[in-house]
């Protein structure tokens, strides 16, 4: 899921943005967030020149009532309509959810999340959408993991992806721009229409108005908007939608170093709060300089590529990865094994974790997450660590270098109460 560019001194350690060549930007675009009405070029970032590629759908969240003509099992006529409104019997309903293969859905209807349903009589059978469920109740806290996901059951989900909703922290961070940066806007209502949202990385919300991401990303990136509650970027069919906000302040910490990338970490103020939802919820932070025992199962997640170098593919579906956490000294070890040298010395402001063979944090986006359970408290996280860098992919058992939040907790902490926020939102 997550994609490197190493770099130390010459060499320059970093996660970098998304990397395509010109000619397979369309490709790229077309098959992670569907095909765009304008031909975009890519954004490049001058400090390393790479593309930032992957641009997820602009749309509105609506559910909407034009659905297409199917059969349902026994033969007779029905309409696709969205997963959630129709019950077994294959009747339109209000509060049922059914089980959801997410690699082909009911093969009846185009979209996964649309199954062939027979309308009630009293409604007109082109138009047979009624309202959604009800909200789920909202559990009090931060940290709350939905392993099973909300709104909706999965099956088909084999090669790592998330359920949706099973990590309500977890945000993309996307740079916006215009299409055409000679087309003005016609008036304040109107330049939603002529901008495009680029992927820069991930991140997770910490407050509903304040996100944790890595430095490196958002250091020479303007404007700035945050997305959460995403899950599959091709669709805007799930149960609960996602939610934009554009970022109006960025603090990053004053030691933070784009060579090596020390003190990698970043806050964004949002400029307007989150509205916590089933799918949008925050995440704990570790108390400060209280590291994560080594062995200790952890969990990171993103939308980056499925391994490293160009033979990798962007995910559609956010994906998940589980990694141990790996002691400093036996961090700092393997890593002196590399081209990195045997002088190398692991940086106080980084921590580690994977080294299995296949499984490693490139297979995810730089500034996301890493949670780890809380002792006695089922299905609670808190975020030890943000993904920074790494040498090579899960190929030779070498752990990938998080930014160690434990030791970065009281910068955290400085820079949420100087905005007036609450810090214990993500205490537990």
């Known amino acids: 899921m997550f994609k490197l560019i190493i770099s130390l001194g010459v060499l320059a350690l970093a996660r970098a943005a998304p990397q395509a060549a010109d000619g397979d930007l369309d490709a790229v675009i077309a098959q992670i967030f569907g095909k765009p009405s304008s031909t975009i070029a890519p954004a490049v970032d001058n400090k390393n020149n790479l593309a930032s590629t992957i641009v997820p759908p602009i749309n509105t969240n609506t559910q909407t009532g034009v659905k297409s003509p199917c059969k349902t099992e026994d033969g007779a006529d029905g309409t696709c309509v969205n997963y959630y409104l129709c019950n077994t019997d294959n009747n339109v309903i209000t509060d049922g959810v059914g089980l959801i293969d997410i690699r082909v859905g009911d093969g009846k209807c185009p979209s996964y999340l649309d199954v062939c349903c027979i309308a009630p009589d009293t409604r007109d059978p082109i138009d047979p959408i009624t309202p959604p469920p009800d909200k789920l109740p909202q559990r009090t806290g931060c940290g709350w993991r939905n392993p099973n996901g909300v709104g909706m059951a999965t099956t088909g989900d084999n090669d790592s992806e998330a359920k949706f909703g099973e990590f309500p922290w977890m945000v993309a961070i996307l740079n916006t721009d215009y299409i055409d940066p000679r087309i003005e806007p016609v008036n304040d209502n109107d330049p939603e229409g002529q901008k495009l949202n680029v992927y820069v990385g ?62 990698d970490i970043a806050v964004l103020f949002l400029s307007k709060p989150m509205d916590m939802a089933p799918n949008v919820g925050i995440a704990c932070l570790p108390p400060p300089r209280e590291r994560v025992p080594g062995g200790t199962q952890c969990l990171a997640s993103g939308w980056g590529k499925d391994k490293f170098g160009k033979e990798g593919h962007y995910q559609v579906i956010l994906k998940k990865i589980q990694v141990p956490v790996v002691e400093r000294k036996q961090c700092q070890a393997a890593l002196r094994k590399t081209r990195l040298g045997h002088f190398f010395e692991l940086h106080s402001s980084f921590m580690c974790a994977g080294g299995v063979a296949g499984k490693d944090t490139c297979k995810g986006d730089g500034g996301s997450p890493l949670v780890c359970p809380i002792e006695g408290d089922p299905d609670r996280y808190m975020q030890s660590g943000i993904v920074a860098w790494g040498i090579g992919c899960g190929e030779d058992g070498t752990p990938g270098v998080y930014v160690d939040v434990s030791n970065l907790r009281n910068w955290i902490d400085d820079k949420i109460a100087g905005k007036g926020l609450d810090t214990k939102l993500y205490s537990f």
Do not use: C, M
């Open 202 to 263: 991930g991140g997770s919300l910490i407050d509903p108005s304040a996100v944790l991401t890595a430095a490196h990303y958002v250091a020479d990136r303007k404007p700035i908007r945050v997305r959460a509650g995403e899950w599959d970027t091709q669709t805007t069919k799930e149960l609960y939608p996602y939610q934009d906000r554009d970022v109006s302040a960025i603090e990053i910490h004053k030691d933070f170093n784009k060579g090596n990338l020390f003190y």
